[in-house]
C-alpha cells in the first residue's frame, strides 16, 4: 500500500475532539470533588469522609453497571447512546450545582456516575468505530491523555473558583461542557443498531452486586469496624462488622459471575463480559497493572487534599499549586510515553514505570514535614507522576490492541470496571488508613500521658477521630474545661498523629506499588515492529 493511498484513508480528528472531551467530563467530575472538599464540607456541615463517599458513589455505580453500559452500547448503537448518556450528565451536573444537602450531592454523583457507566465503553467503541492502526493507538493516547488533561484543569479551575466565588460553580462549567459535547456528537459517524445483542439480566445483577458489596465494604471500614462491630455499625453478625462480610461477600459474588459468563458463553448466549478479552496472562497482568495504578492515584488525590484544606485549613487554591507538578507530569508523560512504544517494550514501561511509583512514594514519605508546597515533596510528586503518566496509557493500549474490534465494548466496559473499582477502593482504603493510623496514634500517646488524664481524655469522643486542624481542636478542648497545659499538649499530640499517620500511609502505597512490578513483568515483551504481519499481539508470545 503506497503512502498517498494511507493518507487517503486517514479519518478527520474532529471526531476525536466529541470523544475526548467526554473522558474529560468524566474525569473534570471526579478530579473536582477532592478540590472542593474544604467548600463542602462547610457548606454541608459533614465530616471530609462524607465528600469522599460522593466519590465512591460515582465510583461505584460507574464500575457496577458499566458492562450494562457496554452492552447497551452494542445494541443500540455507540454515537446514540453516547448521545443520550451526555444529557443524563448534565442533569447530574445541575442537580450537583443546586444540592442543598450532602444526599443531594451524593445523589447527583450516583446519577453522574450511572451515565459514565454508558459514556466509558461508548468512548472506546467511538475510537475503534472511526479509526484504524496507528491512528487508534494515537486516540487511544489522546484518550489517556484526555483524563490527565482533565485532571490539570479540575485542579487550576476548581482552584480558582472554589478560593474566590465557592465550589459550586466549577461543577457549573460541566453543564455548559456536557451540552458542548451533546453539540459535538451530531459530528461522530452513526454506527448501526446490534439487535441481536441480549442484555444479560443475571450478569447484570451479579456484577452489580459484587462491585457494591466490595466498594461498600471497604468504604465502612473505618466506621463500622476491621473486625468486631463498632457503634456506627447498622448492625452486627455474631459482633462482627458487616464491613468485612460485605467485602468476602462481593468477591465470592464477583467469582460466580465469571463463572457466569463462562457458562453462558458454552451454550452460545451473549455473556455481559466477553472473557476472552482477560485470556491470556498478558491481559490479565495489564488489569492488575490498571487497578493499582489507579488505586494509588486515588488515594494520593484523597490524602493531599485532605491535609492542605482539613490539616493545614488552606483554599482550594493552594490545593490545586501544591498538586499542579503531579498533574502536569501524568499529563505530558501520559501524552508522550507513546512515542517509546516502538523502541521500549510494554514490559519494560510498566516495571519502570512502577519503580518511579515507588521512588516517589518513598520519597515522599521521607520528606514530608505537613508542607507539600516544600521543594523536596514536590520532586517526590513529580516522580510518582512520570510513573503514573506512562502506566495509565500503556495498560491501556495494550488491552485495546490485543482485541479485535467487536469487543472494544467489552474493552471499554472493563476499563470502567477496573478503574472506577480501583478509584472507589483507593479512596475509601485511603479514608480508612489514614483515620485508623490516626486514632491508634492518639490512642496510644495519650495512653500514659501525664499531661492528659482520664478527666480530661473522658470528656473527649474517642470513637469519632478523624481530621480536624488545631483550631477545630482547640475550641474542643476548651469545651472540655481542660487546662491551658492541657489544651496545649492535645493539640501537640494531634500534630504529630496526623504526620504519623501521613508517612506511614505514603509507605504502605509504596508497598502497594512495589508488588504491582510483578504482575507488570508478564506485559508483551515484544515491540509492534516486532509483530509478524497478520498475527495479532493476543496470539504472540511473552
Request: hydrophobic share 55%; glycine share 10%.
Amino acid at each position: 500500500m503506497s503512502s498517498a493511498s494511507a493518507a487517503e484513508q486517514r479519518e478527520s480528528w474532529v471526531p476525536m475532539i466529541a470523544i475526548a472531551l467526554g473522558q474529560m467530563l468524566m474525569s473534570f467530575n471526579v478530579a473536582a470533588l477532592p478540590v472542593s472538599l474544604a467548600g463542602m464540607v462547610a457548606s454541608f456541615g459533614v465530616p471530609p469522609t462524607t465528600i469522599a463517599t460522593g466519590i465512591v458513589m460515582y465510583s461505584l455505580s460507574v464500575a457496577g453497571f458499566v458492562m450494562l453500559g457496554a452492552k447497551l452500547v452494542q445494541r443500540f448503537g455507540s454515537t446514540q447512546v453516547f448521545r443520550a448518556v451526555v444529557g443524563l450528565f448534565a442533569v447530574a451536573q445541575v442537580l450537583m450545582v443546586m444540592a442543598p444537602a450532602a444526599p443531594v450531592m451524593l445523589t447527583a454523583q450516583l446519577l453522574a456516575g450511572l451515565a459514565a457507566a454508558v459514556i466509558v465503553p461508548a468512548l472506546v467503541a467511538l475510537i475503534a468505530h472511526h479509526y484504524r492502526g496507528a491512528q487508534q493507538a494515537t486516540a487511544v493516547g489522546a484518550l489517556g491523555s484526555a483524563r490527565a488533561a482533565a485532571g490539570v484543569a479540575a485542579f487550576l479551575i476548581g482552584g480558582m473558583l472554589g478560593t474566590f466565588i465557592g465550589w459550586r460553580p466549577v461543577f457549573g462549567i460541566l453543564v455548559v461542557a456536557a451540552g458542548v459535547v451533546f453539540w459535538l456528537s451530531f459530528k461522530l459517524k452513526p454506527e448501526a443498531a446490534r439487535p441481536e445483542v441480549k442484555i444479560d439480566i443475571v450478569g447484570v445483577v451479579l456484577a452489580a452486586a459484587a462491585i457494591i458489596m466490595i466498594v461498600f465494604g471497604f468504604n465502612n471500614l473505618n466506621r463500622w469496624g476491621l473486625g468486631v462491630a463498632r457503634p456506627g455499625a447498622p448492625f452486627d453478625v455474631l459482633g462482627l462488622s458487616p464491613a468485612p462480610i460485605m467485602i468476602v461477600t462481593g468477591a465470592i459474588l464477583l467469582q460466580c459471575f465469571l463463572a457466569w459468563c463462562r457458562r453462558v458463553t458454552a451454550r452460545g448466549g451473549t455473556p455481559l463480559l466477553d472473557l476472552s478479552v482477560i485470556t491470556s496472562g498478558r491481559e490479565r497482568a495489564a488489569v492488575y497493572a490498571m487497578f493499582t495504578v489507579v488505586g494509588l492515584e486515588a488515594m494520593l488525590n484523597f490524602t493531599v487534599p485532605l491535609y492542605i484544606q482539613i490539616v493545614q485549613g488552606r483554599t482550594p487554591i493552594e490545593t490545586a499549586i501544591a498538586m499542579m507538578p503531579f498533574n502536569l507530569t501524568v499529563f505530558f508523560t501520559a501524552m508522550l510515553v507513546v512515542r517509546l512504544y516502538d523502541k521500549v517494550t510494554p514490559r519494560r514501561i510498566a516495571q519502570g514505570g512502577f519503580v518511579l511509583c515507588v521512588i516517589g512514594l518513598l520519597w515522599l514519605a521521607w520528606v514530608v514535614r505537613n508542607d507539600w508546597s516544600a521543594v523536596p515533596v514536590m520532586f517526590g510528586l513529580i516522580t510518582f507522576g512520570i510513573g503514573q503518566g506512562a502506566l495509565v496509557t500503556l495498560v491501556f493500549n495494550v488491552l485495546v490492541t490485543a482485541a479485535p474490534k467487536e469487543l472494544a465494548g467489552d474493552v471499554g466496559s472493563l476499563r470502567g470496571t477496573t478503574q472506577n473499582l480501583a478509584a472507589g477502593v483507593g479512596t475509601a482504603v485511603a479514608g480508612a488508613l489514614l483515620v485508623g493510623l490516626l486514632s491508634a496514634g492518639i490512642m496510644y500517646r495519650i495512653a500514659e500521658n501525664p499531661l492528659l488524664p482520664p478527666a480530661v481524655v473522658s470528656q473527649i469522643d474517642l470513637d469519632s477521630i478523624n481530621f480536624v486542624n488545631n483550631d477545630r481542636l482547640l475550641a474542643v478542648m476548651e469545651r472540655t474545661g481542660a487546662a491551658p497545659a492541657q489544651v496545649a499538649e492535645a493539640v501537640r499530640v494531634n500534630t504529630e498523629a496526623r504526620l504519623q499517620a501521613l508517612k506511614i500511609g505514603l509507605l504502605l502505597m509504596a508497598l502497594f506499588a512495589a508488588l504491582a512490578i510483578v504482575p507488570a513483568s508478564r506485559l508483551p515483551g515484544y515491540k509492534p515492529g516486532e509483530i509478524p504481519d497478520g498475527i495479532t499481539p493476543r496470539e504472540t508470545k511473552a
